[in-house]
């Protein structure tokens, strides 16, 4: 009995297999060998995806911190081109227009203007006379500072925050992009 039902089984598959080839239609194009030789050559490479985490191209030369505000990433970059590290991070209500900056001012740990005690706080900028600058919540999170307050902290984790403390001296260049 097994035998008939899967000799019936395999008549029908069979059936519906002619009947899906018979209504194909005839204008279906199957690459040559030669069409698919000549989609690889060398000219007609597809293009790597770029790296996400690469520094962005347009960001200057030399050694920077690179903050790009559409990514909220920031990038630390020594002199040699090489990004020593990237990580997200967390901006407020105000941000600092594209351009090139430099690190005026730092401060180990006081009280945000959130209210919030944060640590290694390397400022680079003044918008509408808020100061803009990195640092990391004491308590370790990344939660963004009130969005109704007017305020310029860039927030990142505590071990990002460490390592931009010890990169970002006065005076070291902080370039923003889009």
């Not at 009947?19 to 000549?38: G, R």
């Not at 191209?57 to 590290?85: F, M, P, Q």
Request: glycine share 6%; proline share 7%; aromatic share 6%.
């Amino acid at each position: 009995m097994v035998a008939g039902l899967t000799a019936a089984a395999v008549a029908v598959v069979c059936f519906l297999a002619y009947q899906a080839s018979a209504n194909a239609p005839d204008s279906v194009a199957v690459p040559s060998a030669e069409a698919s030789h000549s989609a690889a050559a060398p000219s007609e490479k597809p293009k790597p995806a770029k790296d996400p985490l690469a520094v962005p191209a347009d960001s200057d030369t030399g050694a920077r911190v690179v903050y790009s505000l559409k990514d909220r990433r920031v990038w630390i970059v020594d002199d040699k081109e090489k990004a020593l590290r990237t990580f997200a991070v967390m901006p407020s209500s105000v941000s600092p227009l594209p351009g090139v900056y430099q690190v005026t001012s730092r401060s180990g740990t006081i009280k945000g203007s959130d209210g919030v005690l944060i640590e290694h706080v390397v400022r680079f900028a003044n918008v509408d006379d808020v100061s803009v600058g990195f640092s990391a919540a004491q308590d370790g999170s990344m939660r963004s500072p009130d969005p109704t307050m007017k305020t310029g902290g860039v927030r990142m984790k505590r071990a990002d925050g460490n390592a931009l403390w010890t990169f970002a001296t006065v005076g070291v260049k902080v370039v923003v992009v889009p």
